[in-house]
């Protein structure tokens, strides 16, 4: 790999990276033996404590997976949710009615500048204070609230960059062959937007997921932070619960991860789409991602067909 | 109505919320920072380090990872960074901790951006003068990298400064650990929501306009 900040290496330099490599490594070896030797001294690497993860099922059966299945459960129904809120919310900031603009903008500001974790204590509090809801179930529905609260700005965001990213021209053939506002949306510009925030959604799913790990801290919702909680107690093994608990995490999103940048580089490859595709970077240059604007004479759309 | 805030120190608890920002704000500036060097240095090991930490730490949930310096890194190990019984300190020290390795790999990947966004010409005509790299680096790249991303570090300080109520699962007492124990108490639970709701916009709202303007007003024009 060459880069911009320096040249193919020649023979001091390569031999200086090497010993810059070497040195280096020698650094993250130094840290892990002193993590190996702190985790053998207080009886972290004992067979016993690690054998319920990775030898037995039980562990799994009863505590993991459980939580597991919870903590997808609470990221799927809150991305369902939030979707269409999300959507409703993006397409009612594109309006061209102020009375509606404005206090969608007012609504996905407020609570995308709110903390995810206010609003599920919020909800916690609120469904038990006025709905009849069980306490077991309760957390489930807390979670899932404030998790919808929040993604639900977060992605009305996201389709207003997907909406605002594709090419002026669409909106003006629409126009053209005598589609309604409505029609112009629901034909034209949502689906096309759909492909290309796909991305962005995507890893959306990864905030989600993470969030989830909040009503297992603070509202004693049985997803897999809190599913570590229980097992790790029975088992008498803390740094292997975390450490597992961790790899699951890991693997999950990684997953995600890559499936949202695979999706990326098929959309941008796709001839079939506009070419435009919302990134998670999307809600970091929202200004920047729409259409230039043609201005007065015709600058730089023209091209020469003059 | 508002009689029932006397029993509380709102503001003590925010300016909790402030201190846990800020410090972690710094350190995971600097940390970031370095990992962002590491990412683009010649020497491979360093890459592949940065390349791995951002991908770990980014997928790990903030929870699991303050919840890990409490009951892990403290209660196993005994790591108290130098609080020594002062539980309190401690914690908070953790929670800055937790909160500074997490935001850092988001810091990490801002500035690397903002390191692609410096034309090349300007890396090589510094290279040319005979600049090594960590010259070409802190002199040339990162001074112009830094004010194209403020707009996405203040993102991450926006973020950061939401993130720091995480630090309420492992008992800082800071603005959710406070709302959460008067919510339990009080019946006012719109009132309540609404007055944290509201100090979050008072802290985030100024962030996100100061810097906007900020990295507006620093950006390179090119």
């Known amino acids: ?306 | 109505m508002f009689d029932f805030l006397e029993d509380y120190d709102l503001l003590e608890a925010f300016w909790m919320t402030v201190k846990l920002t800020v410090f972690a704000g710094i350190g995971s500036l600097v940390w970031g920072t370095l990992l962002a060097a590491m990412r683009v240095s010649p020497v491979p090991v360093m890459r592949w380090f940065g390349t791995a930490y951002v991908n770990i730490v980014r997928n790990i949930p903030l929870t699991v990872i303050i919840v890990f310096s409490s009951l892990g890194l403290a209660d196993v190990f005994g790591i108290t960074l130098g609080a020594g019984d002062d539980v309190d300190t401690m914690t908070f020290r953790l929670a800055v901790l937790g909160l500074g390795a997490y935001t850092a790999a988001f810091v990490c990947e801002a500035v690397r951006s903002g390191i692609n966004t410096v034309p090349v010409g300007q890396a090589e005509a510094a290279r040319a003068l005979g600049l090594s790299f960590s010259q070409v680096l802190g002199l040339i790249v990162l001074p112009q990298a830094f004010r194209s991303v403020i707009g996405p570090l203040t993102n991450v300080l926006i973020a950061l400064t939401k993130n720091t109520t995480v630090a309420a699962a492992i008992g800082v007492a800071e603005a959710a650990l406070l709302m959460k124990e008067m919510i339990e108490n009080e019946a006012q639970l719109f009132l309540i929501t609404a007055i944290f709701a509201f100090g979050f916009v008072v802290l985030t709202l100024p962030t996100g306009l100061i810097l906007g303007w900020l990295g507006k007003r620093l950006a390179v024009k090119r």
């Not at chain 1, 969030?211 to 229980?230: C, H, P, Q, V």
């Open chain 1, 1 to 306: 790999m060459t880069s911009v900040l320096y040249d193919a290496p020649g023979p001091r330099a390569k031999k200086r990276n090497v010993l810059l490599s070497l040195l280096f490594l020698v650094l993250i070896l130094l840290g892990l033996w002193w993590a190996w030797t702190a985790m053998s001294d207080k009886g972290q690497l004992e067979w016993a404590k690690w054998k319920p993860w990775l030898a037995d099922s039980e562990s799994w059966t009863t505590y993991l997976l459980p939580g597991l299945a919870n903590t997808l459960k609470a990221a799927g129904l809150a991305m369902v949710i939030a979707l269409p809120l999300g959507a409703l919310f993006g397409i009612a900031r594109l309006s061209d009615h102020r009375w509606i603009r404005v206090p969608a903008a007012a609504v996905v500001e407020f609570f995308r500048a709110i903390p995810v974790l206010i609003l599920m204590v919020f909800a916690n509090q609120f469904y038990s204070a006025s709905t009849d809801i069980s306490v077991d179930a309760r957390p489930m529905y807390a979670v899932v609230t404030g998790l919808v609260l929040y993604n639900a700005s977060v992605l009305a965001e996201i389709v207003r960059a997907g909406i605002l990213s594709l090419p002026k021209g669409q909106t003006e053939a629409a126009k053209a062959i005598g589609l309604r506002k409505g029609q112009t949306m629901t034909s034209v510009l949502l689906p096309q937007s759909v492909t290309a925030m796909l991305p962005a959604l995507v890893s959306q799913l990864v905030v989600i997921v993470k969030d989830t790990a909040l009503g297992g801290a603070m509202l004693s919702f049985t997803e897999l932070l809190n599913a570590r909680k229980t097992a790790a107690s029975f088992y008498a093994s803390v740094i292997p619960s975390f450490i597992v608990v961790a790899v699951v995490f890991i693997v999950l999103n990684l997953l995600l991860t890559s499936l949202a940048s695979w999706l990326e580089r098929r959309m941008r490859r796709s001839k079939k789409s506009t070419g435009a595709v919302v990134g998670p970077e999307a809600l970091e240059n929202l200004e920047t991602i729409g259409p230039k604007k043609i201005t007065g004479d015709y600058g730089e759309n023209t091209g020469g067909t003059g």
